[in-house]
């Protein structure tokens, strides 16, 4: 079984941009937000994807990603995935031992700024960088599946 363990955290400032050791834009949808299997058409830079992700249990849940060619994709994200599609630009930044995923919002989640880092286990500790603000791990509201259907634009309280 493929176990995602991941912790996310809001981003207090743009630090990281310096830091960082690759920038790629990300394209994505989503073909089912069903909670028990959410299923995601991605393309990131000259590459596509489908993923399959099951419950979210504490920080973990189980993750199922393949490689699809990119015109599918594409087709799939202009013919099949639900409306509310995510774009987002994702910087690498390496730090005390792990890559953190720090992802741009663009579009309708524009000014939305959110880092994850993955861990080997839920008890792991991590050394935090500069540029991480409050931990929204739990907070469903951050899961991309949930911003292409109601986009930060269109929150009340941001934060």
Same mark, same amino acid.
């Given at each position: 079984m493929n176990l995602e363990i991941e912790r996310k955290y809001r981003v207090t400032d743009r630090s990281y941009r310096t830091g960082a050791t690759r920038c790629t834009y990300y394209k994505q949808g989503y073909l089912s937000t069903n909670?028990?299997?959410? @299923?995601?058409?991605?393309?990131?830079?000259?590459?596509?994807?489908i993923t399959v992700k099951g419950t979210?249990?504490?920080? *973990?849940?189980?993750?199922?990603?393949?490689?699809?060619?990119?015109a599918d994709a594409a087709?799939?994200?202009d013919g099949l995935c639900q409306s509310g599609l995510i774009e987002k630009k994702r910087y690498l930044y390496p730090y005390a031992g792990h890559t953190w995923e720090v992802d741009e919002f663009m579009?309708?989640?524009?000014?939305? @700024? @959110?880092?994850? @880092?993955?861990?080997? *286990?839920? *008890?792991? *500790?991590?050394?935090?960088p500069p540029f991480i603000g409050r931990e929204v791990t739990g907070d469903s509201r951050y899961y991309n599946s949930n911003l292409a259907k109601t986009p930060y634009r269109d929150w009340v309280e941001k934060e």
């Open positions: 909670p028990a299997a959410t @299923v995601r058409i991605r393309i990131a830079g000259g590459q596509a994807f979210t249990t504490g920080c *973990s849940r189980q993750e199922y990603e393949y490689p699809i060619p990119v087709a799939m994200l579009g309708d989640n524009e000014g939305l @700024v @959110v880092a994850e @880092v993955e861990l080997q *286990s839920e *008890s792991e *500790s991590i050394a935090l």
